[in-house]
């Protein structure tokens, strides 16, 4: 503040004085800054739409003057803290930063939100994954859902209505219809991320019919009390997992060049479903355009009335935050307006929620007041999910560091490719979890 | 007075060399310190950081308290630790068995009296000159994906399944890209040290009537003893230190089995957030590797012969 005052001071005495205090009244409008200030942001948001990001700052900076929004690339190849600790040690860490799982190690870095636009503008549910005792660390950036992804076409051709699949006996009959006109069933991939966050997931989600429910299960298996073979949520998931093995119709493959196989195999129109994230449609409409994809829930029950069975897990992939540490009051208002104007104003508005076809980014809108609706038929498949209430919580926001990578690049792996059992999975997935610091009860490292 | 006066010389001569000594050494230190100080700033001061570190309970970010060899204790505790170890030891020692095997192979091919031996050594070393992830991506995309489809045209067992997917395979994935990545580097190595071996002493052999594999064993050989110590070292260190072909070809995988020391520790620090535990692994790694050397040095010097 003194500091503040004497620089001031300074400037009243100098023959410009009057130029610059006009520009810093209160009064005059962003358009009219005395200097403009450099706001760096860290990646863009996802790889996938990288481009309309790009777009999106580009035409946020041609929209006033006072702020330049510069991304920095960082290294896909890389963890969020790979790319993150080196900046801060610096002291040149980016005044926007986005991610999710390691929001707990961030917390006391960043900015609250709290009292801010944006956030009065995003329901509670959608803010508690960056909720860190009290602090509101971040906003979220869209809305994304995974389950069994299904070309269109290919299912209508066989005669298969995806409303009409509501049990895993059901999702078992259409694999056979699909097979029966020599399609491929499901491409079931065998990606470290896929099956250690989001496979997984299916079963967390289902566990318990309340957050609190969820959580306490993640208690359990913390303190090592949970014997998962004698729980019936867990055993309906292993024999979903075994179902989508056997009908698998794809090449196993562990490696990264997996994920790109996947999309190609969907959208070549040889297979009928992937178990995927809304994500990758960008991706499968640029590879078969004018091909329409949908989204249906993963029944893991055989009875349709067990919760869960009807609903697919929605969350927020990644939150915006602010560092405190060490950028300026110019910058933390900069990345402020930023992301203010990208989701309130028509023209960001239109780069958030446009399809990948018009320039957009294809998000789906979780702020109230947005004028621009999604146009593309996952985003919508979600958006009736979410207004049904047929939603599941994305648990694997709340998995400790390293845990999906233990999980998913060993034993999920291992008994993907026949390498265990049932039994060694359960108990290899207990081991892993045994001693976690319960950081969704908000605890330190 | 005459001796008087030349003892005063003689003090003065030794007076005036003192000095010019002196102005040696400050030119010296001048001359030196620039060096010394890029070297404490990049090596001796991060070194210094990083092993304080360990002791501490650094988060990546900052440290608050000491907390003694609890780093250290946790990560010879972590079974996955020891396990890595032991890959890492058995990559390091077939690595540069076969690594130096071929590299010695390709030297005595292209200083034979082969008429390509000049595109060849140029053919043998481009290898090299490929970065490490890139050469792990071609490499990956040979393994999973065109060696798969030619098997599956002409029926070939072995290789119908992508060898990354299978510990054992993914182990000799790795030796392979490894071996074919260093042994043109090597093959330099061991090329400057066939060359320097004197002719008188070739010739000399020659006219006593020695096989060309008697020349090698017991003339070549023992003379170009230093050739070995340096592409030893050089093998042993860079086996220890693996890491972009690591990553960029098996990641790790299948079930992270093929995680080199170097990966796993940066897994460890960057991946679960545990740089206490990650930077002590690296200590230790440390240590391992310089022991390793000073043995290895000190062997292979014995086999040197003076001349």
């Not at chain 2, 490499?139 to 510990?167: C, G, M, R």
Request: hydrophobic share 45%.
């Amino acid at each position: 503040m003194k500091k503040f005052a004497k620089l001031g001071a300074a400037l009243v005495a100098s023959t410009v004085a009057i130029s610059l205090t006009v520009a810093a009244a209160p009064t005059a409008s962003a358009a009219t800054c005395s200097k403009k200030t450099t706001v760096e942001m860290l990646g863009t948001i996802k790889t996938e739409i990288k481009d309309q990001f790009l777009a999106a700052v580009k035409a946020y900076n041609a929209s006033q003057k006072c702020y330049t929004l510069k991304s920095i690339p960082g290294d896909a190849k890389l963890t969020f803290l790979q790319n993150v600790t080196p900046m801060y040690a610096a002291k040149n860490a980016p005044t926007i930063m986005y991610t999710l799982q390691e929001i707990p190690d961030m917390a006391d870095k960043v900015m609250d939100w709290k009292g801010t636009k944006l956030v009065k503008l995003v329901s509670p549910g959608l803010l508690a994954a960056a909720n860190v005792g009290g602090k509101q660390v971040g906003v979220p950036s869209t809305a994304e859902a995974f389950g069994l992804l299904y070309n269109k076409k290919v299912l209508a051709d066989a005669g298969i209505d995806p409303a009409k699949i509501k049990t895993r006996g059901d999702l078992e009959a259409a694999f056979k219809v699909l097979q029966g006109k020599g399609k491929k069933a499901i491409h079931f991939s065998a990606i470290w991320w896929s099956l250690g966050a989001h496979f997984t997931n299916i079963f967390h989600a289902n566990a318990g019919k309340t957050h609190e429910a969820r959580l306490a299960v993640l208690d359990s298996l913390s303190d090592g009390t949970k014997d998962l073979s004698k729980d019936a949520t867990f055993q309906n998931w292993l024999s979903t997992f075994d179902l989508l093995k056997k009908y698998n119709g794809s090449t196993v493959n562990l490696t990264d060049t997996e994920y790109d196989a996947s999309i190609a195999d969907l959208s070549s129109g040889n297979y009928g479903f992937l178990f995927q994230g809304n994500w990758t449609e960008p991706n499968l409409m640029t590879a078969a355009p004018g091909t329409d994809f949908g989204i249906m829930p993963l029944p893991i029950s055989t009875t349709a009335t067990t919760y869960g069975n009807d609903s697919i897990p929605v969350g927020v992939p990644g939150y915006f935050m602010i560092d405190a540490k060490q950028s300026t009051k110019a910058e933390r208002d900069g990345a402020i307006d930023f992301l203010t104007w990208l989701y309130t104003s028509d023209k960001g508005q239109h780069f958030v929620a446009d399809p990948v076809t018009k320039g957009g980014m294809g998000f789906i809108p979780v702020y109230n007041g947005f004028k621009v609706q999604p146009a593309t038929n996952m985003a919508r498949d979600i958006a009736k999910f979410v207004a049904a209430g047929k939603t599941l919580e994305w648990i694997n926001t709340y998995y400790p560091a390293g845990l999906q990578e233990t999980v998913g690049k060993v034993s999920m792996q291992q008994y993907f490719t026949d390498k265990i059992s049932s039994a060694d999975l359960a108990k290899a997935i207990q081991d892993a979890w045994k001693g976690s610091v319960k950081t969704w009860r908000g605890a330190k490292k | 007075m005459i001796l008087l006066k030349r003892d005063l010389t003689k003090q003065y001569i030794l007076k005036e060399s003192q000095m010019a000594s002196a102005r040696a050494t400050k030119r010296f230190m001048k001359l030196a310190f620039t060096p010394l100080a890029i070297f404490s700033l990049v090596l001796v001061v991060p070194f210094a950081t990083g092993f304080y570190y360990t002791f501490t309970d650094w988060d990546g970010f900052e440290s608050t308290k000491l907390v003694g060899f609890d780093n250290y204790i946790k990560s010879f505790k972590d079974p996955t630790f020891w396990s890595t170890l032991r890959f890492t030891t058995l990559f390091v020692l077939v690595s540069l068995v076969i690594v130096n095997v071929v590299a010695f192979g390709l030297a005595l091919i292209v200083t034979s009296s082969l008429r390509s031996k000049n595109i060849l050594r140029t053919f043998f070393f481009v290898p090299n000159l490929i970065g490490g992830v890139v050469l792990g991506v071609i490499w990956q995309f040979i393994f999973n994906s065109a060696i798969v489809a030619l098997a599956n045209k002409y029926n070939w067992e072995i290789f119908k399944q992508s060898w990354l997917q299978d510990t054992n395979k993914a182990f000799w994935a790795l030796i392979i890209v490894t071996v074919w990545q260093s042994s043109g580097y090597m093959m330099i190595v061991y090329i400057t040290g066939l060359i320097s071996i004197e002719q008188d002493v070739l010739e000399a052999s020659q006219i006593d009537g020695a096989s060309p594999l008697r020349t090698l064993l017991t003339i070549k050989i023992p003379l170009m003893a230093q050739a070995f110590t340096i592409a030893l070292f050089l093998t042993l260190r860079g086996g220890f230190m693996a890491y972009d072909v690591n990553v960029a070809l098996t990641g790790g995988g299948p079930f992270r089995t093929t995680e080199l020391i170097s990966l796993h520790i940066f897994q460890d620090a960057f991946a679960n957030g545990n740089f206490g535990t990650g930077q002590s692994k690296a200590v230790v790694m440390f240590l391992i590797v310089a022991l390793a050397a000073l043995v290895q040095v000190t062997v292979s010097k014995r086999y040197e012969v003076q001349r």
